[in-house]
């Protein structure tokens, strides 16, 4: 079975603090999928970042950073200097690529206030 | 262009009402997939189609809640006998592990 657990439930900093968001998965499945979303406070969901599970190398984007571990089944979310625009509600989701069309499962989502 | 179009966005609706909201998958993605957020939670999966078939229903929490999908293209949600627990944000998106997945703005729905 796959499952998503973002144990943080909200994390509270002040602006230009660096913060992590924690993604731990559980997948029985080879080739598989992970990625982020943030949802701001108007309700949309922006995607931010896609990795297989091929793909163990880390990425920057910007104030973004994300750290993949296949050992510990971690695909952690850092933000550098955060800022008050990056308050949001950010989930981590898996999907299995075992055939077409398979669903994302969302972790239950991280609420991130950044305050001035 | 690319993108999912939800309507309506909001619903307000009367308790033992039926509901229907639909999503237009602009882009044609064969696959498409309904998702309901309730109030502070995470996104819980209900159902995907594959073209017109809906392989996995799997997370349709009851009866009342059905799905169909006409030309691969728009689907339609419908609750029927709607109770105060549906109330939610219901987020269609359409798309594959391989390419992404893009998300429709969701129907706020509120049942009173």
């Known amino acids: 079975a796959q499952k998503v657990t973002q144990a943080q439930t909200e994390i509270s900093v002040v602006e230009k603090e660096d913060v992590t968001l924690d993604c731990v998965y559980e997948?029985?499945?080879?080739?598989?999928?992970l990625f982020w979303y943030k949802q701001p406070p108007s309700g949309e969901l922006v995607f931010l970042i896609r990795r297989n599970s091929f793909d163990e190398q880390n990425e920057i984007s910007g104030r973004y950073s994300w750290n993949f571990q296949k050992s510990t089944s971690s695909f952690n979310f850092t933000i550098t200097a955060s800022q008050v625009v990056d308050s949001a509600v950010y989930f981590c989701a898996l999907s299995e690529a075992r055939r077409a069309g398979t669903a994302l499962i969302f972790g239950k989502g991280t609420t991130l206030s950044v305050s001035s | 262009g690319a993108g999912v179009s939800q309507s309506p966005s909001n619903k307000v609706t009367e308790k033992g009402k039926d509901v229907e909201l639909r999503c237009d998958p602009i882009?044609?993605?064969?696959?498409l997939y309904w998702y309901r957020q309730s109030l502070g939670q995470g996104l819980e999966f209900l159902i995907y189609f594959q073209g017109n078939s809906a392989p996995d229903k799997s997370g349709l929490p009851s009866d009342r809640f059905s799905a169909e999908r006409t030309g691969g293209s728009v689907s339609t949600l419908t609750i029927q006998r709607t109770q105060q627990e549906d109330s939610a944000v219901y987020l269609c998106?359409?798309?594959?592990?391989?390419?992404?997945?893009?998300f429709g703005s969701g129907t706020r729905l509120t049942v009173v």
């Open positions: 882009s044609g993605h064969t696959a």
């Open positions: 997948t029985r499945d080879t080739t598989y999928y």
């Open positions: 998106a359409e798309g594959q592990p391989n390419y992404g997945y893009t």
